[in-house]
């Protein structure tokens, strides 16, 4: 059996192994949803009431059939209602989800616009002051914590510049592209910062291992300039390993970056789930955490597609 | 090990990486033994954000308290977490990964598709799950991030595992009648123990900034205590007045993880034998 149809088959087993986890593990937090939904004014519901507000959650029958019913409507695409929203917990995933993506794909673009000219460029000068330089500042990159980075860039632009990120009401991109960028532009730097060191670095070490390779040494022996070899020959090659990483880290970003968007006071997927947690919202996390490790593994999945799509010799081989 | 260090020393990032980490020990273990400047949870009002001075290297905070002490003290308290947090999870990677490719079948599906579970999820997620079902707290913390990197050290022992069962040293010791505990800790542990110091570098390094992360949340380490994601946390709202507060853990952060890749860059060179060839 191939690997990815291998892979396919695993996906609805793991999945519903996230499921069960999932469902356990909020449950086993101490509290319950009535009193966290409600607060002090908990203590004013009559015992009437209480089971009434249970019954209407469902939160009145024992944890398999509350599994059940929920996973049962998972599968018509039915997450249940969120206790503090009192909404579809799909409403208010989609309400939150597009910020996640949109953050995603901006760091990423950053990442992979100033990290493969910057990688490529150190192979091509290796060992020179331009690749040190470079390397140095990659290793920094990779070792800093996004959220260090969100508080170093707000604390340079308040003195450097006597200005604060916009962190009023945040503003979808579909209402006023400028104004929402603005506002996104800080925290996917912060996200892109260690994400574009860890592509330099990759494309760097990937760039040297293939100007090592057979193919390059005919190349350069045919007559071919050092410059066309390294962009005809070398970079589609040495570009496999960054598109797995980047598919990686996309798929991480797409969970949302709990702490950025937290510094950043951003409504994304991420602080959601976090205040769901804090307050015990159990179909709110369960369904947004389900929703979170699916994006994960689908895009997972897809990287390990391309990769076997895009390198020949893997091609090949299984053919 | 002691051939192992000098292989580092000689590294030219190991080197760097083994000095940054050895200052940092010495201040961990210090900052943890009571060998700090001023005692880091004593207050002194007075002194209240006082930048960096003589008397007090990296400044005062709030309460006057002294931040290089402080410093000293949420380092020692960072190490801890990491490294127990790594201890165990790679521990626990290691039976579980070379148990999973020594019995394979049920075993090794159950462990793997277990594993798998664990990694579809974000893992700042996965711990803020954990924290939260048993309260805020150091050994909180280092369940949190021991069930995070657990899968990860799980993979990285399998696969080498499974490729090392089938070898014909493997296959000799066994005609010989060792008996398959043996093998297993002497001959396949052992040569796993390459792949797993690179990955344990590297988890220290994850290990310290998701410690420091869970802190910055205040779901890690509590005040009154010291710890890095505390005192930048803390800083968030003085760093104008009070920039020393927000740059002196965020150096000592970064200077921590810094070394500890650093480490773990010179460990892949010097252990993969692929790479050891080229060098040679």
Wanted: aromatic letters at 10%.
């Amino acid at each position: 059996m191939s690997y990815p149809i291998k892979r396919l088959l695993v996906f609805p087993l793991v999945m519903l192994g996230v499921s069960v986890f999932v469902f356990i593990a909020i449950r086993l937090v101490p509290g319950d949803a009535i009193t966290a939904m409600l607060g002090t004014e908990s203590g004013l519901l009559t015992p009437a009431q209480r089971d009434a507000l249970s019954a209407y959650f469902g939160l009145d029958q024992n944890w398999f059939i509350q599994f059940w019913r929920w996973f049962a409507g998972v599968l018509q695409g039915n997450f249940g209602i969120s206790t503090t929203y009192g909404k579809p917990v799909m409403t208010i995933i989609w309400q939150h989800f597009p910020l996640t993506l949109e953050l995603a794909i901006l760091s990423m673009l950053i990442a992979l616009s100033i990290g493969i000219p910057a990688g490529i460029y150190a192979a091509a000068h290796k060992d020179r002051p331009s690749d040190l330089i470079l390397r140095i500042v990659a290793m920094f990159g990779q070792s800093t914590p996004s959220f260090v980075v969100g508080l170093l860039l707000i604390y340079l632009l308040s003195v450097g510049f006597g200005v604060l990120p916009e962190m009023g009401t945040f503003v979808p991109i579909t209402e006023d592209p400028l104004a929402n960028l603005a506002q996104m532009i800080l925290p996917a730097i912060t996200l892109g910062t260690a994400f574009a060191a860890a592509v330099i670095r990759m494309s760097r070490s990937t760039m040297l291992d293939i100007l090592q390779e057979d193919y390059v040494r005919t190349a350069r022996s045919k007559g071919m300039s050092r410059r066309r070899v390294i962009w005809r020959h070398a970079l589609p090659n040495a570009l496999i390993p960054v598109i797995t990483l980047s598919g990686v880290e996309f798929g991480y970003l797409l969970g949302g970056a709990v702490l950025v968007e937290q510094i950043f006071a951003l409504p994304g997927l991420g602080r959601t789930v976090l205040d769901a947690i804090l307050q015990r919202d159990y179909a709110l996390v369960q369904g947004s955490v389900l929703f979170i490790a699916f994006n994960f593994m689908i895009v997972n999945l897809l990287v390990d597609l391309a990769y076997a799509a895009l390198d020949p010799r893997i091609r090949f081989e299984t053919k | 090990m002691t051939a192992l260090l000098k292989d580092i020393a000689r590294h030219p990032s190991g080197r760097i990486g083994l000095i940054t980490f050895a200052v940092f020990l010495i201040a961990a273990v210090m900052g943890k033994t009571g060998f700090t400047p001023y005692d880091p949870l004593m207050q002194d009002r007075i002194a209240r954000l006082q930048g960096p001075s003589a008397a007090h290297w990296f400044g005062t905070d709030l309460f006057g308290r002294d931040v290089f002490s402080r410093l000293m003290d949420g380092i020692g308290q960072s190490f801890i977490i990491s490294f127990f947090s790594v201890g165990i999870a790679s521990l626990l990677g290691a039976v579980l990964g070379l148990t999973a490719a020594w019995f394979a079948g049920l075993w090794d599906g159950a462990v793997m598709r277990f594993m798998d579970v664990l990694l579809a999820f974000p893992a700042i997620l996965l711990a803020l799950l954990i924290i939260t079902i048993f309260g805020p707290g150091t050994w909180t913390s280092v369940l949190a991030i021991a069930i995070v990197y657990t899968p990860i050290f799980t993979r990285v022992v399998r696969g080498p595992a499974l490729s090392l069962r089938r070898r014909d040293f493997v296959d000799a010791a066994r005609t010989f009648g060792s008996s398959r505990r043996y093998i297993m800790t002497r001959h396949l542990a052992l040569n796993l123990v390459a792949p797993l110091t690179v990955q344990v570098t590297l988890a220290l390094a994850w290990a310290l900034v998701t410690e420091a992360g869970l802190s910055f949340l205040g779901l890690g380490t509590q005040p009154p205590n010291a710890s890095l994601g505390l005192m930048l946390s803390d800083a968030r709202n003085l760093m104008e007045l009070a920039p020393w507060l927000l740059w002196m853990p965020a150096v000592a952060l970064m200077l921590a993880v810094l070394s500890f890749n650093l480490l773990g860059d010179a460990l892949r060179d010097i252990l993969d034998p692929k790479t050891r060839r080229r060098l040679a």
